[in-house]
């Protein structure tokens, strides 16, 4: 079903350097409760707190160029970062990294564009607007329902087939 969703990146860390920096406490503190959260919602799952607080930017860019030059490679693209971000610990923003993540997801050329800058700055945009949800992750069907949050299995399931939200009442993370 990853073949009927267009993922959207979303640069909200605009300003933290490249290379990553560490971050502070309330920053790691912030990180350790979502991945709590995310252990109970999802326990076959497996994070790390990351070492590093990454510009979200060098990443944003290539999944724009990969769905504007390979979109069929997008899903395995995000998994990668996702991948050596939240189980390796690893830098999205350092340039080996992310041809590294591009080779294994079988994009050949890794260099966005101003077209990919372009777009970037629109989702950014969507997200700072509210024209998208403000939470992570957050999807939209063609039908305009939104699914936010960590869905359980059989409701994430039940979206992408038919575009609404079930009437379950489960919460999402």
Not at 33 to 46: D, F, M, Q, V, Y
Request: glycine share 6%; hydrophobic share 45%; net charge neutral.
């Amino acid at each position: 079903m990853l073949d009927r969703v267009a993922f959207q990146s979303v640069r909200h860390e605009r300003d933290l350097p490249i290379p990553a920096r560490e971050p502070d406490a309330d920053e790691r503190a912030f990180v350790q409760r979502e991945i709590e959260i995310l252990g109970e919602r999802a326990p076959e799952s497996k994070f790390v707190v990351p070492p590093i607080w990454p510009s979200t930017g060098p990443a944003a860019r290539l999944v724009a160029m990969t769905e504007r030059t390979a979109s069929s490679a997008v899903a395995a693209l995000v998994r990668g970062l996702y991948r050596v971000f939240w189980q390796e610990g690893r830098d999205p923003s350092n340039p080996l990294v992310l041809a590294e993540v591009a080779r294994s997801a079988g994009i050949r050329a890794v260099a966005p564009t101003a077209a990919d800058e372009q777009t970037v700055r629109r989702w950014t945009a969507e997200w700072e607007t509210g024209a998208i949800e403000m939470r992570t992750p957050a999807m939209r069907s063609s039908r305009g329902a939104v699914l936010v949050g960590m869905a359980a299995p059989k409701r994430l399931e039940a979206f992408l087939r038919s575009g609404r939200i079930p009437s379950s009442t489960e919460d999402a993370c």
